[in-house]
């Protein structure tokens, strides 16, 4: 098998990406923003019940050019999964997505010049369903609007980023393919020490920082299938040019519903969750549409029959020694997709 290239190598998707694909027999080269920390990577490939032997880390910021060429030199396979994602919301609306869509344009150009065959890039349900709409009912059809009033810098700069790549795609890409995965709010184990993405809200309620719930309804995919729908659409041909929702099986849920089922799966674990909503009117109803076609059900059944795979058999870990055994508030990892071409 050829090199497969990760960007975002040290993150929470990122990092079971990587272990997956090494896993499954691929030579995994993947980015990160300093090689200080190859070892957490390699540590947390380790924990992902992979062999990071055949893992080469190289150093390559969204930011900058350097390192992107020779990042996708020899890749034909590359998942751009990393995103600048602030500590805080910049006072610049702008500022977080021009760094997005430049980032994302650095990352495509050097995988069109490496003659790549697809590109798997990570974006959001932010980018599909933020703008509300009569009846809160979302397909993969949908796209926020950018310029909607009150929009977060960060939902902004995916919208962005995911519109700006398909533009590059047919005008500048290439025999280069797309396939983007729209995932929803991402739960489920990390493999890292570090509390990234969606870990701060689940931490926040697990420590007892967050009150009480925000008023908001979201639907769910478990970090483990987010990373091998990644591969399924690397791998299935006719997912080409299309987008991909990842959300768990049933409803959407409330923040304050997760944060009950946090109380009842974790105990005493979580006897500091938030058992109240914040004041104001009821969330907004959210429906997102489940359409499978022929290439979502192909990938949707692949996930499936992710519960036999290496990665249902990890240890237990304590929550106080390494990577946090984070719930999964769905209760269930199968995965759902939609799709539709762009």
């Not at 924990?47 to 930011?63: F, M, Q, S």
């Not at 980032?103 to 003659?115: F, Q, S």
């Not at 929702?245 to 959407?252: C, E, H, R, S």
């Amino acid at each position: 098998m050829s090199m497969v290239l990760v960007t975002g190598g040290s993150g929470y998707v990122g990092t079971r990406l990587i272990a997956a694909l090494l896993r499954d027999g691929h030579q995994v080269r993947a980015t990160v923003r300093s090689l200080a920390s190859e070892s957490d990577v390699r540590t947390a490939v380790r924990l992902g019940n992979a062999d990071d032997g055949g893992l080469e880390l190289v150093a390559a910021d969204l930011t900058a050019d350097e390192g992107w060429s020779a990042a996708a030199a020899g890749c034909e396979e590359i998942y751009l999964v990393a995103t600048p994602i602030p500590a805080a919301q910049p006072g610049d609306p702008d500022e977080l997505s021009v760094q997005a869509r430049e980032g994302t344009l650095r990352a495509l150009r050097a995988a069109r010049d490496a003659g790549a065959r697809r590109v798997v890039l990570t974006s959001s349900f932010v980018a599909v369903g933020y703008t509300p709409k009569p009846g809160g009912e979302y397909t993969e059809a949908d796209w926020t609007d950018p310029d909607m009033p009150g929009l977060a810098p960060y939902s902004r700069s995916k919208v962005i980023a995911e519109r700006a790549a398909w533009d590059f795609i047919e005008k500048e890409g290439g025999r280069t393919e797309l396939v983007v995965v729209n995932r929803t709010f991402i739960t489920g184990p990390t493999l890292t020490t570090h509390v990234r993405s969606t870990l701060p809200l689940i931490k926040a309620m697990l420590d007892g920082t967050m009150r009480v719930a925000p008023r908001q309804r979201v639907g769910v995919a478990d970090v483990r299938d987010v990373a091998d729908l990644h591969i399924r659409a690397m791998a299935t041909p006719e997912a080409a040019g299309k987008r991909y929702l990842a959300l768990a099986d049933g409803p959407t849920i409330s923040f304050l519903e997760m944060a009950l089922i946090l109380r009842e799966r974790l105990g005493a674990l979580a006897e500091r969750v938030p058992t109240e909503e914040a004041p104001g009117e009821e969330p907004a109803r959210l429906i997102i549409h489940k359409r499978p076609r022929q290439a979502g059900a192909r990938l949707a059944t692949a996930a499936r029959r992710n519960h036999d795979r290496g990665d249902r058999r990890e240890p237990a870990r304590s929550r106080t020694s390494g990577p946090s055994p984070i719930a999964d508030p769905a209760g269930t990892r199968h995965l759902c997709v939609t799709s539709s071409a762009t």
